[in-house]
T-cell receptor, first 115, second 113 residues
Framework: NAGVMQNPRHLVRRRGQEARLRCSPM?????VYWYRQLPEEGLKFMVY????????ESGMPKERFSAEFPKEGPSILRIQQVVRGDSAAYFC?????????????FGQGTRLTVV | GDSVTQMEGPVTLSEEAFLTINCTYT??????LFWYVQYPGEGLQLLLK?????DKGSNKGFEATYRKETTSFHLEKGSVQVSDSAVYFC????????????FGKGTLLTVNP
């Protein structure tokens, strides 16, 4: 859905560098979710954030990965010291404040390639 | 844990052909089931959903019925169009939450004129 904006669309990083992925939710949405799609796999939930709060990070790798959703500005998914296995498509979704029975709208994704 | 298995692609059909994309699931409790579609260059969009057994979700000519006895949610369309070419994802909400989705791997559909 064009309303959720992710950038960049494609990102190439060398091993050991940092990757920063940005997600601007749809207007009026205060809930953001990050998913990762590894090659040949389905999307997998990583983290659920509200403004300035991490609600559920049960899908986040324990090391090198972090996410934030500040009061102002986009949500950021940060991957430190990237490795080849981090190459994947990262999707962001957002939903309005009332989460129950509401649809999450997805962005186009950021395709990260680690060389 | 929860999982979704969907038909591997790619699937190539001629316009006006009948489409079925199979989806089966494993889940604890009573999940809601979804089909998402990703058109070229766009984000995932919710195509249809069903929240309880025997419910039928429908949209844009696509249908899927929540079959608890066979743990399935197969996507069907009677007559596909070139504009239906996209990747289709089957999904369920996991672990009792209404925000954490578990997806299948996706099925690429190409419809030729």
């Amino acid at each position: 859905n064009a309303g959720v904006m992710q950038n960049p669309r494609h990102l190439v990083r060398r091993r050991g560098q940092e990757a920063r992925l940005r997600c601007s939710p749809m207007k009026g949405h205060s809930h953001v979710y990050w998913y990762r799609q590894l090659p040949e796999e389905g999307l997998k939930f990583m983290v659920y954030l509200q403004k300035e709060n991490i609600i559920d990070e049960s899908g986040m790798p324990k090391e090198r990965f972090s996410a934030e959703f500040p009061k102002e500005g986009p949500s950021i998914l940060r991957i430190q010291q990237v490795v080849r296995g981090d190459s994947a498509a990262y999707f962001c979704a957002s939903s309005p404040p009332r989460v129950m029975n509401t649809e999450a709208f997805f962005g186009q994704g950021t395709r990260l390639t680690v060389v | 844990g929860d999982s979704v298995t969907q038909m591997e692609g790619p699937v190539t059909l001629s316009e006006e052909a009948f489409l079925t994309i199979n989806c089966t699931y494993t889940a604890t409790g009573y999940p809601s089931l979804f089909w998402y579609v990703q058109y070229p260059g766009e984000g995932l969009q919710l195509l249809l959903k069903a929240t309880k057994a025997d419910d039928k979700g429908s949209n844009k000519g696509f249908e899927a019925t929540y079959r608890k006895e066979t743990t399935s949610f197969h996507l069907e369309k009677g007559s596909v169009q070139v504009s239906d070419s996209a990747v289709y994802f089957c999904a369920l909400n996991s672990g009792g939450s209404n925000y954490k989705l578990t997806f299948g791997k996706g099925t690429l559909l190409t419809v030729n004129p």
